[in-house]
């Protein structure tokens, strides 16, 4: 399963970027985590293969949404009120697994990550 993330950038604080994953083939549970220098990989958001569970890190609720479109094996993630400490390189990943966890070692597949710049 190869994952490519795109969708990064540079946005003003209070603005809004979209990311993708496309996936070479249809995958089950897939998430976003995010990750600054120095820091950990951190939880973003978990979709499962239906849709219809989503899971959230704190810090992101009502601000971002995840979803999933099956037919072009692609996940999103739109984020909206974009705070500098958003700031990170956002991966995708992708699971075996039913479940949208939050945890990252259950995680079977990576993308390359893309580049989120906030400035305020």
């Known amino acids: 399963v190869q994952l490519q993330a795109s969708g990064g950038g540079l946005v003003q604080a209070g603005g809004s970027l979209r990311l993708s994953c496309a996936a070479s083939?249809?995958?089950?549970?897939m998430g976003w985590f995010r990750q600054v220098p120095g820091k950990e990989r951190e939880f973003v958001a978990a979709?499962?293969?239906?849709?219809?569970?989503?899971n959230y890190a704190d810090f992101v609720k009502g601000r971002f949404t995840i979803s999933r479109d099956n037919d072009k094996n692609t996940m999103y993630l739109q984020m909206n009120s974009l705070k500098p400490e958003d700031a990170a390189v956002y991966y995708c990943a992708a699971r075996r697994g039913s479940i949208a966890t939050k945890a990252d070692q259950r995680y079977d597949y990576w993308g390359q990550g893309t580049q989120v710049t906030v400035s305020s």
């Open positions: 083939v249809r995958t089950y549970s």
């Open positions: 979709i499962n293969w239906s849709g219809g569970v989503r």
